[in-house]
């Protein structure tokens, strides 16, 4: 998955506040979060009271995640 043109970055973690609540919303990110090539793992952990959104990427800035979740017309807020 084109890792070869990250190879000299490192792996960084994102996280993300959401209002992501069920798996058919999750089915509804899928398809844009996976068109990323920088993310290289990502989930959504649906029984935490934040909805956290956990990306696994190289060269990704959180505006760039945050403002692909909004239009989806989700709340998504980097947690810092």
């Not at 089915?27 to 952990?45: G, L, M, R, Y």
């Amino acid at each position: 998955r084109f890792l070869h043109l990250f190879e000299k970055q490192f792996l960084q973690v994102l996280v993300f506040k959401t209002n992501i609540r069920y798996k058919k919303q999750l089915n509804a990110i899928q398809t844009h979060i996976a068109s990323q090539p920088e993310i290289v793992k990502w989930n959504v952990d649906l029984k935490d009271c934040d909805k956290v959104l956990r990306i696994e990427a190289y060269n990704l800035q959180p505006i760039k995640v945050e403002k692909m979740i909004h239009q989806l017309g989700y709340i998504c807020e980097e947690l810092k």
